[in-house]
């Protein structure tokens, strides 16, 4: 990552949120975060409140503790402060809203036995990934052909206590 480009991480974090929507094209959001393009090449993940200030905290701790044969399944990191991260640009796996909650494994044909799934399994039990999250098609993009977890900042922890009803 050049300079320029920590320079441009570091202002961001300085804009408010309405900044943020003025300047970046909205891309979509789930519970705890908001998405924006930075450009062609990044995306932007903003907390909402408490629970997705951990979403972005605990995606920048898999990305850089996670072991090196699970990494390739990762979108990148390359930028992390308090409640934003700046992620690599991943092209959606989910086309349309209605696609967003099939199951990736079905729709690339994955059986339980491949090692694509079992490592899946692995860093899911690694981290107690909220499955649910994972195996959703909205979760995965492409970078360069490869197939990558887009969103894995939620811990069955984080569900727990900032996305259930007490």
């Given at each position: 990552?050049?300079?320029?480009?920590?320079?441009?991480?570091?202002?961001?974090?300085?804009?408010?949120?309405?900044?943020?929507?003025?300047?970046?094209?909205?891309?979509?959001?789930?519970?705890?975060?908001?998405?924006?393009?930075?450009?062609?090449?990044?995306?932007?993940?903003?907390?909402?409140?408490?629970?997705?200030?951990?979403?972005?905290?605990?995606?920048?701790?898999?990305?850089?503790?996670?072991?090196?044969?699970?990494?390739?399944?990762?979108?990148?990191?390359?930028?992390?402060?308090?409640?934003?991260?700046?992620?690599?640009?991943?092209?959606?796996?989910?086309?349309?809203?209605?696609?967003?909650?099939?199951?990736?494994?079905?729709?690339?044909?994955?059986?339980?036995?491949?090692?694509?799934?079992?490592?899946?399994?692995?860093?899911?039990?690694?981290?107690?990934?909220?499955?649910?999250?994972?195996?959703?098609?909205?979760?995965?993009?492409?970078?360069?052909?490869?197939?990558?977890?887009?969103d894995y900042g939620c811990t069955n922890k984080i569900y727990r206590k900032y996305f259930t009803k007490k």
């Open positions: 990552m050049s300079s320029l480009e920590m320079l441009l991480f570091e202002e961001i974090f300085l804009m408010n949120s309405d900044e943020i929507d003025k300047n970046f094209q909205y891309l979509g959001e789930g519970a705890g975060r908001i998405i924006y393009a930075l450009d062609d090449d990044y995306v932007i993940k903003m907390s909402k409140f408490a629970g997705g200030d951990k979403q972005c905290k605990t995606e920048h701790y898999i990305y850089n503790h996670v072991q090196d044969h699970l990494k390739k399944y990762l979108c990148p990191v390359v930028w992390y402060k308090d409640d934003i991260l700046i992620m690599r640009r991943a092209v959606p796996l989910a086309k349309k809203r209605e696609e967003r909650k099939q199951n990736v494994f079905n729709v690339l044909g994955i059986r339980e036995d491949n090692i694509f799934y079992k490592n899946i399994q692995q860093l899911v039990q690694s981290f107690d990934l909220l499955y649910g999250d994972v195996k959703n098609l909205s979760s995965w993009g492409l970078i360069d052909n490869q197939v990558v977890l887009i």
